[in-house]
């Protein structure tokens, strides 16, 4: 296993598209989380799986995000009409529990 | 309310002498957990150390020291005899069993090592 992979590494889009990010998280973490890095910030969580079950979601997620984790492996995490605001960078973290946390290399979004 | 406060922005030290980078947290929880996470350029996340809230023995691991200590509420983290390799963001990070595990990120600290 060769941790957790996040696809796209950059996607650049126009405000107004949609955009969909994957994560595949290591094979056996039942838990998977999003969150949301800014430039010289510390991440931000988004939303949180346990298995397939989307157990918690952050405040902070407009009702244009959308995060699912099919049959528990891979999730799957959808902006619609993108804005500027949502320029960041996406991390992907899985984990069995209270161990430390894998992340995966991150999508950078940039809206323009 | 959970917080995680690590109030230097950036340290600038030269190659070699010694650093500590400071982190303070806040929780209600008697079981947490503590981390400590790199982030150099790349911008990948790496994990450096996880403590819980129950081990307070300090940790070193080769030039890096973690001084935990919860009558202070605070996590330190020493990096002996830095060294350039060392220059990147460094976040600290709690999370308790009553919030299923997520993380609290503190701001982060950037570390620059002149040679």
């Known amino acids: 296993d060769t941790g957790v992979s996040q696809d796209p590494r950059h996607k650049i889009t126009k405000r107004g598209q949609n955009v969909t990010f994957r994560c595949d998280p290591i094979?056996?973490?039942?838990?998977l989380y999003w969150y949301r890095q800014t430039l010289g910030q510390g991440p931000e969580f988004l939303t949180y799986?346990?298995?397939?079950?989307?157990?918690?979601k952050s405040r902070l997620l407009s009702d244009r995000f959308s995060a699912e984790r099919p049959k528990g492996s891979f999730s799957t995490l959808e902006i619609q009409r993108t804005e500027q605001g949502d320029s960041a960078m996406y991390l992907c973290?899985?984990?069995?529990?209270?161990?430390?946390?894998?992340f995966g290399s991150g999508t950078r979004l940039t809206v323009v | 309310a959970q917080k995680v406060t690590q109030a230097q922005t950036e340290i600038s030290v030269v190659e070699k002498e010694d650093v500590t980078l400071d982190c303070v947290y806040e929780?209600?929880?008697?079981?947490?957990?503590l981390f400590w996470y790199k982030q150099p350029p790349s911008g990948e996340l790496v994990f450096l150390i996880r403590?819980?809230?129950?081990d307070e023995q300090n940790e070193i691991s080769g030039r890096y020291s973690w001084n935990f200590q919860k009558s202070t509420s605070s996590f330190n983290f020493t990096i002996t005899a830095s060294q350039v390799v060392d220059s990147a963001v460094y976040f600290c990070?709690?999370?308790?069993?009553?919030?299923?595990?997520?993380?609290?990120w503190g701001a982060g600290t950037k570390l620059i090592i002149k040679p």
């Open positions: 973290a899985s984990t069995l529990g209270r161990d430390g946390y894998t």
């Open positions: 094979s056996e973490h039942n838990r």
């Open positions: 799986f346990q298995n397939e079950a989307q157990l918690e």
């Open positions: 929780t209600r929880d008697t079981t947490y957990y």
């Open positions: 403590r819980n809230s129950f």
């Open positions: 990070a709690l999370s308790e069993a009553g919030s299923n595990y997520q993380l609290i």
